[in-house]
């Protein structure tokens, strides 16, 4: 299947099941915007679709970006990554930060550093030093190792010197001992893998290889339930971010207002050219960098795991306040791949019998007449008459121009040039023999077989 990209974002797709048995086709675009405070987000080189990504590339390990390739996802996830920064860079013990998109919020806490202060009641933390910045890591919040939900946290291990070190960020709604942050889950966390439904029983008569009958599309989910908006964002919603930019505390923004728009194209025989409905299922803010990158998908049915049935895939983005119909995008489409070829208009036939010659032309003029009537263009023509006139300049038979034009035998073309010459045909005729027995020579000295030879000369038998 070919891409037809009228953008600058990009498109991948993956085969699967979605409604099983039927086969499904889910197709998933991805653009990068630069945030702009108090501004909508603007366009900027767009980042390519990718796959999980772990800490060190330890699945084990923290997950910072979950991969762009879900068959489908029933809600949006908002997802960030940043770190704390206290208002005009003010040393303090503790800070909040707040990430918001709609109606759609989370506050974390974040704490300068601290560690566990032994009790009557157990461990507590100390107090937390002032800070003015502090990452929003898997590191910083509570975890340790062979801790399934965040094997590379504060808060369970002690380090060489006997200090276990308290979480830095922190849900007041969850508290001290459970992991916080705005990232994705871990996709192999019970939170994710509760989520893939069984598959005992007749699963391989029945389903195999494609997902147990009970999978939850929530496991294709990766943000915390309380950033996953319900359904999908539209494209032109508010941001908000507090206290994740260095030097803009409360740092608002928007989506640029964009969608993308993207058709099936067919073999003949199929449905000519469709729509495939795009939702908009992922918002991934990098404060960090100021970027942000949306993820729409779509799922389209097809008649074969394979797709075969299918030409072309074209992708346009439009504005959410100008909607192009299907109709124009398909002529759009069209006149990408299918370009009309402009051809000449041609005088009928009647035309050039009725039409009587303005006078007898002179044989030279005789001979240029009847190359345009074997259809040259301006440009051809131009250039045999230059050819022509050259052979006039050197005392030679300008027809021979169209003879060669023409396919004529070149014996006789020899023949013409030798006598225009003033030489003997039959002289070029024997230095002509003698060339080709020179060569014929040669090529058997080579270990050429006389056979190869014939061929290689153009010899007849």
Same mark, same amino acid.
């Given at each position: ?311 072309? +895939?074209?992708?346009?983005? *439009?504005?959410? !306040? ?5 109709? %124009?995008? @398909? $002529?759009?489409? /069209? &006149? ?10 041609? +005088?009928?036939?009647?035309? *050039?019998?009725? !039409? ?5 032309? %002179?044989? @030279? $003029?005789?001979? /240029? &007449? ?92």
């Amino acid at each position: 299947m070919e891409i037809v990209n009228q953008t600058n974002y990009h498109i991948a797709w993956i085969a699967g099941k979605k409604d099983h048995p039927a086969d499904s086709l889910t197709l998933c675009v991805k653009a990068t915007f630069q945030l702009v405070p108090d501004a909508a987000a603007v366009a900027a080189e767009t980042q390519m679709l990718m796959g999980d990504i772990y800490i060190d590339d330890d699945i084990n390990k923290g997950l910072t970006y979950d991969s762009d390739f879900a068959y489908f996802k029933e809600n949006a996830d908002l997802l960030l990554k940043g770190t704390c920064y206290t208002p005009e860079a003010i040393p303090v013990p503790k800070c909040s930060v707040c990430f918001a998109v709609a109606g759609t919020q989370k506050t974390l806490k974040v704490y300068g550093t601290r560690y566990a202060s032994p009790g009557l009641l157990g461990d507590s933390a100390s107090s937390a030093e002032p800070f003015t910045s502090m990452p929003l890591s898997h590191e910083n919040t509570y975890g340790g190792a062979g801790y399934q939900k965040n094997a590379v946290g504060k808060g369970r291990d002690k380090d060489e010197n006997g200090l276990t070190w308290w979480p830095n960020v922190v849900d007041p709604n969850l508290g001290d001992k459970e992991p916080a942050g705005f990232g994705p889950i871990n996709r192999i966390s019970s939170q994710r893998t509760s989520k893939l439904g069984s598959y005992g029983g007749d699963y391989m008569e029945k389903r195999w290889p494609w997902f147990a009958e009970d999978f939850d599309w929530a496991y294709f989910n990766a943000a915390t339930e309380d950033m996953q908006y319900s359904g999908y964002l539209t494209g032109d919603e508010t941001l908000f971010m507090e206290n994740l930019h260095p030097s803009i505390s409360e740092y608002r923004s928007q989506l640029p207002g964009l969608t993308p728009r993207c058709f099936l194209q067919e073999h003949e025989g199929g449905e000519d050219f469709r729509e495939v409905e795009m939702n908009l299922d992922t918002l991934y803010v990098d404060m960090d960098s100021e970027t942000l990158s949306l993820v729409w998908r779509g799922v389209a049915e097809i008649k074969s795991h394979d797709f075969r049935e299918l030409s072309h +895939v074209y992708l346009a983005s *439009e504005s959410l !306040a100008e909607s192009a119909s299907l109709d %124009e995008h @398909e $002529a759009q489409f /069209a &006149a990408i791949v299918f370009p009309v070829l402009v051809v000449p208009e041609l +005088v009928p036939e009647e035309e *050039e019998v009725a !039409a009587a010659p303005e006078a007898e032309p %002179e044989p @030279e $003029a005789e001979v /240029a &007449a009847e190359s345009a009537d074997e259809g040259y263009d301006e440009d051809t023509e131009k250039a045999l008459e230059q050819a022509r006139e050259a052979m006039r300049q050197a005392g030679q038979d300008p027809s021979l121009v169209d003879d060669i034009m023409n396919g004529a035998d070149p014996a006789v073309i020899m023949a013409g040039i030798m006598t225009s010459l003033g030489l003997d045909s039959s002289q070029g005729e024997a230095a002509l023999a003698e060339a080709h027995a020179q060569n014929a020579k040669m090529l058997k000295e080579q270990g050429m077989s006389d056979e190869d030879i014939a061929m290689l000369l153009g010899d007849k038998e």
